[in-house]
């Protein structure tokens, strides 16, 4: 067993085996893995907001979906990744308050998904698996060597997507 890589809010990395990615806490949040089953190379990063393009001066590219999911892809095929082997896996985007609203601010979870998916379908890399939504928050682990991505919710089993 390797080194267990954590990363923060906004922040993405990569992983090869025999290491494996976290990152803990996803709320309104997700998780999102690009991965190349052939050579194992994987990133994560774990996106807040949907979109930079709202956000003048934006310095932190892997707080949103639409350059945080760009630059991991750049940045695991640069690492070796095939392109047209890509494949992903996301998780996230919680309700995290509890009454109902139809005002999009308040439905960060559901547009972080959205756009999430939206960009992963630009890129042509399959989602294979995707637990979004609900409203508990989330604990992610994703292990190259096998693909398995890990879902640890409070008051649930740990279960695998």
Same mark, same amino acid.
């Not at 994987?42 to 807040?48: E, K, L, P, R």
């Given at each position: 067993m390797g080194n267990m890589i954590k990363i923060g809010m906004a922040e993405a990395a990569l992983c090869t085996p025999p290491d494996a990615i976290t990152t803990l806490g996803l709320g309104? @949040?997700?998780g999102i893995v690009i991965y190349d089953p052939t050579t194992k190379i @994987?990133? !994560? #990063?774990? $996106? !807040?907001l949907p979109d930079s393009?709202? $956000?003048?001066?934006?310095e932190?590219?892997?707080k949103f979906a639409d350059t945080g999911i760009q630059d991991l892809y750049n940045a695991v095929i640069k690492a +070796?990744?095939? &392109?047209?082997?890509? =494949?992903s896996k996301i998780a996230g985007g919680a309700q995290m308050?509890?009454? &109902?609203?139809?005002? /999009? !601010?308040?439905? =960060?979870? /559901?547009r972080n998904a959205e756009a999430? #998916?939206?960009k992963l379908n630009e890129l042509k890399v399959p989602i294979l698996a995707q637990d979004t939504g609900?409203?508990? +928050?989330?604990? =992610?682990?994703f292990y190259p060597e096998t693909g398995v991505f890990l879902v640890k919710s409070v008051g649930k089993p740990p279960y695998e997507i």
């Open positions: 309104s @949040c997700i @994987c990133g !994560m #990063v774990h $996106i !807040m393009t709202k $956000i003048r001066n934006n932190t590219r892997a +070796g990744a095939k &392109k047209e082997k890509l =494949v308050f509890a009454f &109902k609203s139809d005002n /999009d !601010m308040l439905r =960060v979870g /559901d999430a #998916v939206k609900k409203n508990s +928050g989330r604990t =992610v682990e």
